[in-house]
């Protein structure tokens, strides 16, 4: 049985299609302004890149922030259990789930069956998302997939204080007119990011193991600083982008 998991974050669109619960395909696309239209595209390029027909999928479950736009999907479900059903699935052990989004933070904690007992959500602020990295590389003129591997270079961190995307961006730029080395001030936006984590960790309480889901994940720099933070290592998978999708196809098997 083929199954499709998709999911529609605010910035990117994952899909991941199962068949006798192993990976058949995956694919990755922008979302753009229109979910829906993300949703349709990437359906019918995951279609053509698995050389299948639409009627070889016998169900499909959507997830994310535009979960509801999909309206050929069979079942829209919460990212926080598709999450914690994805990375489950991807590294067995795993207790803790830290999933940096494009527009919100989650942390999640599994019991020994993989199954959601608690969470903790950040969804009122950019501070402390994937947006906030983006907006904060393009401040210091760094493409973001170079944007983890600088911080790590740092000697000094710079201390970046405001909570806020927007009063960071502003602090940034006062660091840059004093000359602050750039190194300095990248490592000093990831342990921002990684303090403000750090607390929604702490509210929910950590279990170890401890891995990462989404996106951010492969970021070095914020798994640098969260194992700093935590004192404890940080897990990932080179799939961990896909955590949400898979998780979506993974329970589209028991529909």
């Keep these: 049985m083929i199954t499709l998991g998709i999911d529609i974050g605010s910035l990117t669109a994952k899909g991941v299609l199962l068949k006798d619960n192993s990976i058949l395909e995956k694919h990755l696309i922008q979302v753009g302004y229109n979910s829906k239209k993300a949703g349709d595209k990437l359906l019918a390029e995951l279609l053509e890149k698995a050389s299948i027909d639409r009627?070889?999928?016998?169900?499909?479950?959507?997830?994310?922030?535009?979960?509801?736009?999909?309206?050929?999907?069979?079942k829209a479900v919460s990212e926080i259990i598709c999450h914690g059903k994805g990375i489950h699935?991807?590294?067995?052990?795993?207790?803790t789930i830290?999933?940096?989004g494009g527009q919100d933070s989650k942390v999640i904690i599994l019991n020994a069956k993989g199954t959601v007992v608690?969470?903790?959500?950040?969804?009122?602020?950019?501070?402390?998302?994937?947006?906030?990295?983006?907006?904060?590389?393009?401040?210091?003129?760094t493409e973001i997939q170079y944007f983890g591997e600088?911080?790590?270079?740092?000697?000094?961190p710079a201390e970046i204080s405001s909570v806020c995307t927007v009063f960071a961006e502003s602090e940034i730029v006062s660091l840059?007119?004093?000359?602050?080395?750039?190194?300095?001030?990248?490592?000093?936006?990831h342990l921002s990011i990684g303090r403000r984590i750090y607390s929604m960790v702490r509210r929910v309480g950590m279990v170890e193991p401890?891995?990462?889901s989404g996106g951010v994940a492969l970021n070095i720099g914020v798994i640098d600083a969260l194992e700093k933070l935590l004192k404890?290592?940080?897990?990932?998978s080179p799939l961990a982008q896909y955590g949400g999708a898979l998780g979506a196809a993974l329970l589209a098997v028991n529909e």
């Design 55 to 74: 009627t070889e999928i016998a169900r499909i479950v959507a997830t994310g922030y535009g979960r509801n736009s999909i309206d050929f999907a069979d």
């Design 176 to 189: 840059v007119a004093k000359g602050e080395n750039r190194e300095d001030i990248t490592s000093g936006i």
């Design 232 to 236: 404890t290592e940080i897990k990932t």
């Design 210 to 212: 401890v891995a990462m």
């Design 118 to 141: 608690n969470f903790v959500m950040n969804d009122k602020c950019a501070a402390g998302t994937g947006r906030f990295l983006d907006v904060m590389a393009r401040a210091m003129e």
């Design 98 to 100: 830290i999933d940096i």
């Design 89 to 95: 699935f991807l590294l067995p052990d795993t207790r």
């Design 150 to 156: 600088l911080s790590l270079q740092s000697k000094n």
